[in-house]
């Protein structure tokens, strides 16, 4: 876990995850998966996903937020329209070396765990998850 020091000494913590989907129960089904439990209270300073192995499944959706609001983090995206080494921010993945990311990702306030949340049929595929993170409370935490 990286720790760094933000504009007035807050404390940044970063929180990183592959998750290898295969279309089974809880890992890439109908359905949705964990990604991040968190404790306490968070704010979520900025996110990434990056596709590591190509989304497959041709009708399936996905989606990154939390239980109450699924879609806050990222949008609801045909999974296939994720390929190798793409960004996922917004509902186009793109492919660039350098882009910035969408207001929707940064200066959130969170007690929910995060969550992927597919749709329509089952996907599987490879995104790596980077969220940095400040807590706002003594337990705030993601694991």
């Known amino acids: 876990m990286a720790r760094i020091k933000a504009a ?3 404390r940044l913590l970063r929180a990183q995850k592959t998750l290898t989907l295969d279309g089974t129960s809880g890992n890439g089904a109908v359905g949705t998966v964990t990604i991040f439990t968190i404790t306490g209270r ?23 937020g939390t239980a109450s609001l699924p879609t806050t983090l ?5 999974a296939t329209d994720l390929t190798l080494n793409e960004f996922w921010l917004d509902a186009t993945p793109t492919e660039v070396g350098l882009m910035a990311s ?3 990702v940064k200066d959130i306030k969170c007690s929910e765990n995060i969550i992927l949340t597919v749709a329509v049929a089952a996907v ?3 995104i ?3 969220v940095w993170y400040a807590p706002t409370t003594s337990d705030g935490f993601l694991s």
């Open 74 to 78: 990222v949008t609801t995206t045909t």
């Open 124 to 126: 599987s595929g490879a």
């Open 42 to 64: 968070v704010t979520i300073i900025d996110v990434e996903t990056f596709c590591t192995g190509a989304m497959t499944g041709a009708t399936g959706t996905i989606a990154l």
């Open 128 to 130: 790596m998850f980077t």
């Open 102 to 104: 969408p207001a929707a």
């Open 8 to 10: 007035g000494g807050q």
